[in-house]
């Protein structure tokens, strides 16, 4: 019968893709985790990696077999966890698009710090397409991030509902309408993130952009990771772009921006994770920091007149 032990070290070998880096993840010597695996291998009468491939890969029945070791290693933290009982505790991995980490992040960490000692608490910026990889693979306990998704296997908690703004460059026709509507806009003149950022196919899906964006200038072509690059663009020179609530309550410039007619542009920000976690006292332990750090105007349920952008 495989020991747990054996279990983990072949899950860190399929996460980290190499035998030395799992083995100093896992903190004992390489010989010793290649040893455990053999040992596992002829236990359940599977070769669980192609060590010949670089990176390692597992093999298609290995793939199978480290599936339902997840589930088996979970199950086994879930009993830990009961069996310890008292305040959240323990390790947790959290990911956080990059488009609200710079904003929410520095919200909530330091009170969570005070309020959740026993959490070790590690966070990360990554995009959508990343954190579902992540969370699929257990490299990722929870994520925060827009919403919905409708993926199988995924609870969606919505923390609070974002309403967009249009941030525009000086003297542009547009600041002379006190609000807006998508017709207004020109994908000509809209700066865009990159790909990958669902923010982008956000902003697409509202404007109807026939045009990607970004390309304001006929021969200038960028489109960037960030959404304070974006804005630094556009205070320097022309055109637009969108930007959420929580940034446009920090932009000094605050006559640059404006506000949409009904129903408002918004989007739904949720913490994500895996149906089956055993984790749920941290994950309700970052919720609750996070609801509690947010201003007035973003808590509770969706307000009326808020139309939530879809993600392609």
């Not at 893709?17 to 010793?32: D, L, M, N």
């Not at 488009?99 to 959508?128: H, K, N």
């Not at 309550?249 to 640059?256: K, N, V, Y």
Request: proline letters at 5%; hydrophobic letters at 40%.
């Amino acid at each position: 019968m495989p020991s747990i032990a054996q279990l983990e070290y072949a899950i860190a070998v399929e996460k980290l893709r190499h035998f030395g880096k799992a083995a100093e993840a896992c903190h004992i010597s390489q010989p010793t985790l290649s040893q455990q695996i053999l040992k596992l291998e002829d236990e359940v009468g599977i070769v669980l990696f192609d060590r010949i491939q670089k990176p390692i890969l597992p093999t298609e029945e290995g793939g199978r077999f480290l599936e339902q070791a997840r589930v088996v290693v979970r199950e086994h933290s879930r009993l830990l966890q009961v069996k310890r009982g008292g305040a959240p505790s323990g390790e947790f991995r959290l990911g956080v698009i990059p488009t609200v980490a710079s904003y929410l992040v520095p919200l909530f960490v330091g009170e969570f710090s005070r309020q959740y000692p026993e959490v070790e608490l590690f966070i990360e910026e990554v995009t959508t397409a990343g954190i579902l990889d992540k969370l699929s693979r257990d490299q990722l306990d929870g994520a925060i991030l827009a919403t919905p998704l409708g993926v199988n296997g995924l609870k969606e908690h919505p923390l609070y509902y974002e309403p967009f703004y249009l941030y525009l460059s000086p003297d542009h026709p547009l600041l002379k309408k006190k609000n807006l509507a998508a017709g207004d806009l020109d994908g000509a003149e809209m700066w865009l993130l990159e790909d990958g950022h669902c923010l982008k196919s956000q902003v697409a899906n509202f404007c109807s952009l026939e045009r990607k964006g970004g390309i304001v200038f006929r021969n200038i072509h960028f489109q960037s990771g960030s959404l304070d690059t974006l804005q630094r663009v556009v205070r320097r020179n022309t055109g637009y772009t969108m930007l959420p609530a929580l940034m446009a309550e920090e932009i000094t410039d605050q006559g640059r921006l404006r506000s949409f007619r009904a129903p408002v542009p918004a989007r739904e920000v949720s913490f994500v994770y895996r149906r089956d976690h055993w984790k749920l006292d941290v994950i309700r332990a970052i919720e609750n920091c996070v609801l509690e750090s947010l201003p007035e105007s973003l808590r509770g349920k969706a307000r009326k007149g808020l139309a939530v952008l879809g993600i392609d």
